[in-house]
């Protein structure tokens, strides 16, 4: 399939491309990431154009995962990126250090999420959310973003070096579960 830009009051999210690979790159060395993410580490610019310039665009044309770009509206610099992974049609994210804690994330993840249950993912009732036990900010943006916590069988995510590390997981349905804020208690807290 062909690109799709999501427009929100504050963002566009549209394709990342080769331009962006110098914040790419920058991004992508942040301590956080080799903690909670899967992405090479250590990060170099290499990595950053094989993202870009390869995988990005492929797995847009393929359907295989959906990849926006986080920018401030009406478009500049990126910010972070955000993607729907088929087939489970698990959502992922990552925000670049200095834009964090405006809630840039959560309404990005808002939008892609309610874009790809309107029917941009064709025929996903139900997306997939999991993070790194101990994660609260993506949990956060999860739970804002109208996801409920499940205690599946496997509650794993795969680590880096192919290891299965504890951890979240979550769903967000349509319709949405009125219990959805509530099951996120045990770990965030009532607020
Ligand atoms: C997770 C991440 C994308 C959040 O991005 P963000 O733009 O800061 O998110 P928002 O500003 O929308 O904040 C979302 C929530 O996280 C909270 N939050 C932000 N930083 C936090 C931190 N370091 N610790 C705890 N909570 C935090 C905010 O208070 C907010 O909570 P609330 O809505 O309940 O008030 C960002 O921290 C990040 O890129 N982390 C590293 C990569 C990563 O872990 N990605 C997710 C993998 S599953």
Sequence with gaps: MRPV???TARLVLDEPTLADADR????CRDPLFERYLTTPWPYSRADAEAFLGVFVPESWASGTERTWAIRRAPGGELLGVIGVREPRHEIGYWMGAAHR???LMTEAAVAVADWALAGGVRGATTLFWRAVEGNV????VARAAGFRRIEPADPTVPARDGDALPAWHAVRTV???PRAFESWTDILGPG
């Excluded at 790419?24 to 991004?27: D, H, L, N």
């Excluded at 900010?137 to 956060?140: D, F, L, P, V």
């Design 5 to 7: 830009a999501i427009r």
């Design 24 to 27: 790419v790159a920058e991004y």
């Design 101 to 103: 804690g405006a809630g």
């Design 137 to 140: 900010a993506s949990a956060r």
């Design 175 to 177: 319709p949405a579960d």
